[in-house]
């Protein structure tokens, strides 16, 4: 008698998204599979939630414990994963006897399922996920076991592309008086992210992380696919490309710190990816990078060779007023795409001189601006620069120098700001958003009494008094991919 081994792992919830964690692994499982192994704990009598007899239909089933196990971080639930045999994953032979032992790290359970069973609900997912709907009792030839070397891993064919019938619902005003068009534009509003309103949700006033925008944890609802197959064929793409993918590398909100805690990688990328089916990573053609210049300089050029970044079309960079080397202490702002030299301000600013006068500056192959050409997709790049009131003039004169930055692509062609005008705002930041010393007097948290009184350290005192923090201005600049003749007309 064969045995398959059911193994288990952490499963939670995230952004919507059922993420599994086996031991020792990460993969996403989809919930069609994931239910269907369900079923074979179900049928012995264990407090699940019963799978629906929909295969046309995701259903995420409610996160709770199968059994009694011990607690860990971010530990809410486990279940059953994927079918071992001994030489990996493997798919049944419904024509032979199984003996299924269900393994977890504290507790094993044995017991029988053979041919007499076959109208388990666990045979029946499980041919759901080989065949399709097939009858239980179908004299369909089963297929061959596994080869013990090469294992096969059971991966359901995705629902979109799957040939069901889809009622017209000619009777529903939905489909039948609502222009497509507008039925569009209201489901893309009903999956588009929002922040939530609860107390718990909610980011600290004083936090650097805190700013327009991004003030509280985000959401996507999903139970709308979930109505009916006419409206999961129509808006089972929206998630995916209405979600803003969004990353912080240093000065994080607490659900990006709890999971992905490494400042110098790109494990949140990396996580998030994963997390995904390959038609869902597709899809996302945009993504948000929120990073210090020590990580845009060191390890954005080798998130840029990523085959996940591969289909991305467009990548936004902000850098906050906090995110600027040595902002501590009111370091001068600088930042240079064609090296990772911009701790070096002088330099860069001879740099600058030398291009004036007409020198061509060479590319460092691993500075920061060189790696967008490692992008096969990418069409734009939009860069956020931000900066206290103190140095909005030392922010302007960044910004004048960064329009005529051309960023070199494949092909001969490159990313220009060519008829991009920028994007000018102001916001009143948070207390976090003081440096260490005084920006006016270069003095600490009080500031020397002077006659006649130093302006600056007049209205710092009043701001910080009232609770607040500096004024911050946000300049955004757009590059789009061009050719020459573009360029030059």
Known sequence: MAKIFVRWAECFLVDGILDVKPFGEAWLWSQLELGALLQATSAQGYPIMSYPDRPDLLFLPEVRPLFNL?????????????????????????????ELEIC??????VFKMDRSRRS?????????????????????????????????????????????????????????????????????????????????SQYAQSSNYTRPGYTAKRTLTIGLLVTCRRIYRETYHLPPVTKEHVFWHGRWPPEANGRHYYLHGYQQETSHFQRMQNWQKDLVKEVHLFTQMFWLEGTFPRLCGEP??????????TI??????????????CIDP???????????????????????????????????????SLKEVEIELET??????????????????????????ALSTKGLPEKINAWQSSMCYWSDLCPYCGWGEKCPVVDPPNKGCEERKRLRAEGKGPLCHVVSLRWRVINAEEERS
């Open 70 to 98: 011990p607690r860990r971080t971010n530990f809410k639930a486990v279940w059953p994963v994927s079918l071992y045999g001994a030489g990996g994953p493997i798919i049944p032979d419904f024509s032979s006897h199984y």
């Open 104 to 109: 977890s790290k504290t507790s094993i359970t």
């Open 120 to 200: 388990n609900p666990f045979f029946q997912g499980i041919q759901r996920l080989r065949r399709g709907p097939t009858s239980p009792t179908s004299s369909e030839p089963s297929q061959a076991p596994a080869s013990p070397t090469r294992p096969i891993l059971i991966k359901p064919i995705p629902i979109h592309q799957r040939p069901l019938a889809i009622h017209p619902q000619d009777a529903s005003p939905l489909f039948s008086s609502i222009p497509p068009e507008i039925r569009d534009s209201i489901f893309k509003y009903a999956l588009t992210e929002y922040n939530k309103t609860d107390p718990d």
């Open 308 to 317: 996940m970044m591969q289909g991305i079309k467009k990548v936004k960079i």
């Open 320 to 333: 906050r007023r906090g995110d600027w080397w040595d902002n501590e202490i009111n370091k001068a702002l």
């Open 338 to 376: 064609h090296n990772n030299n911009s701790q070096n301000v002088s330099a860069v600013h001879r740099d600058w001189a030398r291009e004036k006068n007409g020198e061509v500056l060479k590319w460092d192959k691993t500075a920061w601006g060189f790696a967008f050409a490692k992008l096969k």
């Open 388 to 413: 206290s009131d103190d140095k909005k003039d030392e922010l302007m004169a960044i910004v004048e120098k960064a329009k005529t930055w051309r960023f070199p692509m494949r092909d001969g062609t």
